[in-house]
């Protein structure tokens, strides 16, 4: 296990280095002055030249990109013209536009993200999981069409029409919730979780209809394993079949499933964010694309695609933990 969870770490490394360097080459070799981009289109030729010596881009292309990697291992001191500016580790830049630090900035939008990608996970694991174990065990029946109606239903639907529906229907027409307004979690809980639900619910019934569906497919294929039938030939309960053998070997794919999917909602919340007005690292990227604030971008896609990457590591782990085989691979 020692070996595969370091031959693991290894190649989640390398994958963000390579994400780095993409990253990089994407955003500071474009055409376009970052130094221009930094200093506003009223500054003189002399004034941008002086920001682009503060902000290092007078160095070869290889050396920016060491710094670049350097400041996000050991922190990185920026010179503000009047005196420096020392940004700790891990040290994604400074924002052209307001000089803040691209840490704080993430610091500050992260828990918005991740409060509305765990607790919508939470909900379409309950759901989605729920609702494929009764559609497989209850199958052939009106139970079981329905949720296979919903199922597809909810794959065909994009999210932000699931979002403006439920708008429509909770908080304008029956008027049972307000119009959610993010509350941070250390303020109020209550609030934070009343405000979240309709979010939540937007992105989870999307995936629950995945989960159900792949759920209630790996649960049939494992009930019709030569081992299954060998338990029920000795005389074994169906409810103790499933129970102790068939949900484990069921629910493997599921797991590795959930920990990928929360990297990619944790990055890609874009929607979600936009329309419930929550602070996240989707709306803020937004902004920041519009503004050309390429270090507030850089940034953000970087604690996104490490989101990702290190949710496919968790998937790998967590897979092999329900599967032993993994491991001897």
């Known amino acids: ?15 963000l280095l390579a994400l780095a360097a993409v990253l990089y080459a994407v955003f500071y070799l474009a055409p376009g002055d970052p130094a221009r981009l930094a200093c506003g289109p009223k500054c003189s030729v002399a004034q941008v030249q002086q920001v682009r010596t503060q902000m290092g881009l007078d160095d070869p292309v290889y050396a920016q990109f060491w710094h ?19 940004c700790p580790a891990p040290c994604l830049g400074q924002s052209y536009r307001t000089g803040e630090l691209v840490t704080s900035i993430v610091g500050e939008k992260l828990p918005a993200t991740a409060s509305l ?11 989605g999981v729920g609702t494929g174990l009764v559609s497989a065990l209850r199958r052939g029946g009106i139970v079981e069409r329905l949720l296979t109606a919903f199922t597809l239903v909810g794959v065909a639907t994009p999210v932000f029409i699931t979002g403006i529906l439920l708008l429509l229907v909770f908080c304008a027409w029956l008027q049972w919730l307000p119009y959610p ?10 609030q934070w979780a009343w405000n979240l639900l309709l979010p939540w619910l937007a992105l989870a019934l999307v995936e629950a209809a995945k989960y159900a569906r792949l759920t209630r497919s790996s649960l049939l294929e494992t009930l019709a394993e030569d081992h299954i039938r060998t338990f029920r030939a000795y005389g074994v309960g169906e409810r103790a079949i499933v129970r102790r053998h068939a949900l484990r070997g069921a629910l493997a794919p599921v797991i590795a499933l959930s920990a990928l999917d929360l990297g990619t909602i ?8 936009t329309l419930f007005g929550i602070p996240g690292l989707g709306q803020q990227l937004v902004q920041s694309v519009q503004l050309k604030d ?3 971008i850089v940034g953000i896609v970087l604690v996104m695609g490490l989101a990702v990457v290190v949710a496919n590591a968790l998937a790998d782990v967590l897979y092999a933990l329900a599967d032993r085989r993994v491991v001897l691979r």
């Open 1 to 15: 296990m020692t070996r595969f969870l370091l031959r693991r770490s290894v190649q989640a490394l390398f994958v």
């Open 68 to 86: 670049f990697l350097r400041g996000i291992v050991a922190g990185h001191t920026y010179s503000t013209g009047t005196g420096a500016l020392h």
């Open 117 to 127: 990608a765990l607790g919508a996970m939470v909900l379409w694991l309950i759901i």
């Open 181 to 190: 307004s993010y509350v941070p979690l250390t303020d109020d809980p209550q």
């Open 266 to 273: 944790f990055g890609g919340a874009l929607l979600t964010e």
């Open 294 to 296: 390429l270090p507030v």
